[in-house]
Every structure is written in C-alpha cells, then in structure tokens.
C-alpha cells in the first residue's frame, strides 16, 4: 500500500497560473487572500544562499501556497514578520485528520476590538461551512452562498475543473468576530471541545479553492508495472504478483487521476463500484468494528469486525481510499493481515507511524520524520519508489535461493545417508569410507549448494 505522496517528483507543488492572468480580482480581494493564506501556515523561510533567494520550508502544500505568493512578487519574509509583530496568534486549533481542516484566530492588524478566524482544509468539510462568499470587489455577495451554490462550487470547480485534472484540493475561509464574543465563548466552552469548534467555524466567508500541480515522478509508471508483475509488457488477463492500494488524505477525483497516471488503476476499473472510496464510505461499507483491540498472542492492536464478510467483499475491490485518516489505515492493513496477507506500507509522517508498525514490512521514505523512520523496517533513502521494487526483488531472489539451497542440501544428504544404510545392509560394510564422504560433501554438496544459493535475480 503506497500513500500517493511517494509518487511526486520533488515534494514542490505548483500553480499553472498567477494573480496577474485574473484581471477580475480586485486588489483588496486578493489583499485578503493573500492575508488568509500568510496567516494560517506554519512554513519557514530560509536563505538559499547559494541562488541568493528565499526558500519556503515546511509541508508540501503549504510550501506550494507560499511558492504561489513568491512567484506572484510578494514580498513573503516582510509579511510573516509583520504577521507574528501585528497579528498575533489567539486561538489555534491544528489541522483534524477526521475534520480535514485547520483553524488559526489572530488580532486584526486594523480593529483591535476584532479578531479573525481563518480556515483551511478539504472543500469538501470547508465549503459546507461557509454561508457567505465575496464578490470580485471584496464585497460580500447579496443573498449568500445557498446550498445550490455550495454544491455546484464541490461538483463543478472543485470535482470536474481541479480533481479530474490530478490537482490536489484546498479551500480558504475566514469571518470577523468581536474580540469580546471569542472571549466570552472561550470561558463558558471547554476550547478543546466539539461545541467551541462549531461555534468558531459557523457563518464562514467563502474565499476560493486552490489547485495545486503534483507531478508524478518520471519512472513511478514504470515501478509500479515492474511491481505488481515483474515486467513491462503484461498480458490482459495476467495477475498481478503484488496488489497495489492507494491510501491518501487527497480529494477522491484527484486519487483517481494520480492512481490512472502511475498505473495503479485502469481506465476501465475507474468506474467499478467500490475500486475507489473515501474513509467514510470504507468505514461504512465495512460495517460495525472495534477497534484497538489488544492481541495477547501477537503482543500487537487489532481490529474485530462484527461482519467479517463485508470487509473481505470490500478488501476484494477496493484499490484506493480518499480522504482517510490514521484509523481507515490501521483498519484496512489488520484486515489483511488477519486473512493471512503480507503487507508492506509506506509512508512518512507521524501519521503513518501506526501503520508502518502494523505493517509486515515498513517502509519509510528518506524524506520522511524521524517518528515514521523509527516505526518502519526499511528507510528507503533515495525516496524513489523503484527501490521498493528492488528490495522486493532482492528479497524474492534470496527466498527462492534459500530454498533452493535447502532443497539441493536434503537431497544429497538424504541419498548419501540411504547409499550408506543399503550398503551396510547388503554388503556388510559401508561403500563409501571416511575420505569419499568428505570428498562428497566438498565436490557435490557444498560448493553446489553455494552455486545454488547465490544466483541473481
């Protein structure tokens, strides 16, 4: 199982386009765009001094949102000081795996009675929470943002115009709230709670979706044919030797293009029933589990399903799952196990720390955090999927040369030992002395064996 995140070039995602090719955008529209995006990230600027430029450092796509404004001229590291001097941070609630969305309050750099709350995540968990939207004037829109307009904004830009197309998906909001309010709401609701996030996310102003360029990395194709059959030309109806599945945190469009380009899926295969689904459908279609369940035996978690058919039917179709989180992952690779599978899982970030545990074989990309390299078994250093490939090859060929080399060994040994007992049997003495049997073992057993057991793959 691969995290779709394995098969990008080079961690740098990018826009086709820029502020100046939409001349509809007025400058205080785009003033607060680029206020919600430099105000809800957590990216770095460090020196390159080699080109004399500065590098934004961080996580991938918020890397990609800052390289947007530098390309565009914005003069990124005057405004993160400016941000941390004049806005300061008053509420941050970090990004939710299940919620898929981030939220940071700040003081308004020109009301202090006025604080404002900017969001970012997944259209699909942002745009539901939104009621207003602006026009190209910064004004907001009469009438609001209707569920009418709510739909055709996830079907027709997120879905058709960015998703389809393999762009990774991310929405922005914000809203203005009295200081006061966001103070009385902090003393009478527990910040941590479910309660405080709605009241802080209700009535969010709509402020665009991005899409963002992930390119595949130029041999991933390749790999993944090399992978799943062990070459480049396989038959229609050959069988794959390794089931690929694609788990990833991405928009289910966008899972579908990034898993038809890298070959996981085929053309025809995109539209079965349940080839791709989101975590909440998984979940769903696999019915009721409990989940974290200690395994005296194995001294590990697992998963019990109360239909265990229903999982088995979906396992048998299932080739990518969006939007999942950590649990869709620790579900998924204990069902498999306790059938008897052998799974390898890669990935990177803490959130796949679980995972690679639970895994047969680890895998950690070189890029990736010291938490999911020390969960893993393998590093891979290069962060390039083909040396997955290679390190199943290689353990393939050392499995077949040991056997091999058990299988030469039994056989030799067990005629030497029948010669020695008929011999002694029917002639009364042994047919082969002390010297011959060495000499056996040297010439036909050892150095055969060896030749057996070190053939390439």
Request: hydrophobic share 40%; with cysteine; proline share 2%.
């Amino acid at each position: 199982m691969v995290d779709n995140h394995h098969v990008i070039e080079n961690d740098r995602l990018t826009f086709a386009n820029k502020f100046s090719k939409h001349d509809e955008i007025s400058n205080d529209l785009r003033q607060i765009i680029i206020e919600s995006i430099i105000s809800n990230t957590d990216v770095r600027i460090e020196t390159n001094d080699e080109e004399c430029i500065y590098e934004p450092k961080g996580m991938p796509l918020e890397v990609g949102m800052i390289q947007f404004l530098i390309d565009n001229e914005e003069d990124i590291q005057r405004q993160l000081v400016d941000r941390n001097k004049y806005a300061p941070v008053k509420i941050s609630l970090p990004f939710d795996q299940s919620l898929k969305r981030k939220v940071v309050v700040r003081h308004c750099v020109d009301n202090a009675e006025y604080v404002r709350v900017y969001v970012k995540g997944a259209p699909e968990y942002v745009i539901g929470l939104c009621s207003q939207t602006l026009t190209s004037n910064a004004q907001k829109k009469e009438g609001g943002l209707s569920e009418n307009d709510q739909y055709a904004l996830l079907q027709d830009v997120v879905s058709n115009q960015m998703a389809q197309s393999g762009l990774k998906v991310l929405t922005y909001a914000f809203k203005e709230i009295l200081l006061e309010d966001l103070d009385n709401l902090i003393h009478s609701v527990n910040t941590e709670s479910e309660e405080f996030r709605m009241e802080l996310e209700a009535d969010l102003v709509y402020l665009g979706t991005f899409g963002l360029d992930d390119p595949l990395r130029p041999e991933i194709e390749q790999s993944i044919q090399y992978l799943k059959f062990g070459h480049l030309d396989p038959d229609a109806h050959e069988q794959a030797q390794v089931n690929i599945r694609m788990i990833s945190g991405d928009h289910i469009d966008t899972c579908k293009a990034v898993a038809k380009k890298a070959g996981i899926i085929k053309e025809d295969e995109m539209r079965l029933d349940e080839i791709a689904m989101t975590g909440d459908q998984f979940r769903e279609a696999i019915g009721q589990y409990d989940a974290n369940i200690w395994d005296p035996i194995n001294q590990e978690f697992k998963v019990e399903f109360h239909d265990r058919k229903r999982f088995d039917e979906v396992k048998k179709r299932l080739k990518i799952i969006a939007r999942a989180t950590v649990e869709d992952k620790f579900i998924l690779i204990s069902g498999i196990k306790q059938k008897g599978g052998l799974i390898g899982m890669t990935g990177d970030s803490i959130a796949d720390a679980d995972a690679l545990r639970k895994a047969d074989v680890g895998l950690c990309m070189g890029s990736g955090c010291d938490v999911a390299k020390d969960n893993s078994d393998l590093v891979i250093l290069d962060n390039n999927f083909i040396s997955i490939y290679k390190s199943v090859q290689w353990g393939r060929t050392i499995f077949e040369n040991v056997r091999k080399f058990i299988q030469f060994q039994l056989t030799i040994n067990i005629v030497i030992c029948f010669i020695t007992i008929l011999g002694g049997a029917t002639i009364g003495h042994k047919p082969l002395n002390v010297i011959q049997m060495l000499w056996t073992n040297l010439i036909m057993d050892i150095l055969g064996a060896i030749a057996i057991g070190t053939e390439p793959f």
